[in-house]
């Protein structure tokens, strides 16, 4: 298969490819710190905004590695799109390959800061994959790019059930079979989504990085 880009293209000039607006199926990956409220009410606000820094640097760097683009980060909350250029499958996969890299990660910062923290940090991540809206949005020196749909929305719900299911991941059906991850032998449930006649079913892993570390297909 062709690459879709030069290899020596950066980042930033791959975004500048992107049409200013197109439907295509991509994968969608929110993450968010838990308990981060906890932490920040007794520190400092110079340690807060240090300690996200250092948290957005490990998250964004192990998606971009992974081959996904980190397009927005809100309070403890990231957002990450995959596949925008690449296979659908490839960008499935490279999703749940971020996804053990970035509980890995976290892992990583708590053996940094150490006793400094009152409480480990952790991550819950949400993935699905499905069509989405992509394109450069926003105004002024906020334009970047991004993606809007119904696929982004499950996604971002997927990341909530992580609280309720105590777990570090949670995937739709759909993501495990575009990515070819055989997810059987983990807790299956099916969520009613709005809009979708028929339940969305799901998966639960407690550990992403054992989950994930699978040897891609050939």
């Given at each position: 298969?062709?690459?879709?880009l030069?290899?020596?293209m950066?980042a930033?000039a791959?975004?500048?490819?992107?049409?200013?607006?197109?439907?295509?199926?991509?994968?969608?990956?929110f993450?968010d710190?838990?308990?981060?409220?906890?932490?920040?009410?007794?520190?400092?606000?110079?340690?807060?905004?240090f300690?996200l820094?250092?948290?957005?640097?490990?998250?964004?760097?192990?998606?971009?590695?992974?081959?996904?683009?980190?397009?927005?980060?809100?309070?403890?909350?990231?957002?990450?799109?995959?596949?925008?250029?690449?296979?659908?499958?490839?960008?499935?996969?490279?999703?749940?390959?971020?996804a053990?890299?970035?509980?890995?990660?976290?892992?990583?910062l708590?053996?940094?800061?150490?006793?400094?923290?009152?409480?480990?940090?952790?991550?819950g991540i949400?993935?699905h994959?499905g069509?989405?809206?992509?394109?450069?949005?926003?105004?002024?020196?906020?334009v970047?790019?991004?993606?809007?749909?119904?696929?982004v929305?499950?996604?971002?719900?997927?990341?909530?059930?992580?609280?309720?299911y105590?777990?570090?991941?949670?995937?739709?059906?759909?993501?495990?079979?575009?990515?070819?991850?055989?997810?059987?032998?983990?807790?299956?449930?099916?969520?009613?989504v709005?809009n979708?006649t028929?339940?969305?079913?799901?998966?639960?892993i407690?550990?992403?990085?054992a989950?994930?570390?699978?040897?891609?297909?050939?």
């Amino acid at each position: 298969m062709a690459p879709l880009l030069p290899v020596n293209m950066s980042a930033a000039a791959a975004l500048q490819t992107v049409p200013e607006g197109h439907e295509q199926e991509i994968t969608v990956l929110f993450a968010d710190l838990r308990r981060f409220t906890r932490i920040a009410e007794r520190r400092l606000p110079y340690d807060v905004v240090f300690l996200l820094n250092r948290y957005f640097d490990s998250v964004g760097s192990t998606i971009e590695r992974a081959g996904g683009t980190a397009n927005q980060f809100t309070g403890d909350g990231v957002m990450a799109l995959f596949g925008v250029h690449q296979a659908p499958a490839d960008g499935a996969r490279a999703a749940l390959t971020a996804a053990g890299g970035m509980v890995t990660a976290i892992a990583e910062l708590n053996r940094t800061f150490g006793e400094e923290l009152p409480v480990p940090l952790r991550i819950g991540i949400g993935i699905h994959t499905g069509p989405a809206v992509v394109g450069r949005m926003g105004y002024a020196d906020g334009v970047n790019l991004t993606a809007v749909g119904d696929t982004v929305h499950v996604a971002k719900r997927l990341e909530e059930l992580t609280k309720e299911y105590d777990c570090q991941l949670v995937v739709s059906e759909a993501l495990a079979d575009r990515a070819g991850f055989d997810a059987s032998s983990y807790p299956r449930h099916e969520l009613v989504v709005r809009n979708r006649t028929e339940p969305l079913a799901i998966r639960v892993i407690h550990d992403a990085p054992a989950a994930t570390a699978v040897e891609r297909p050939g």
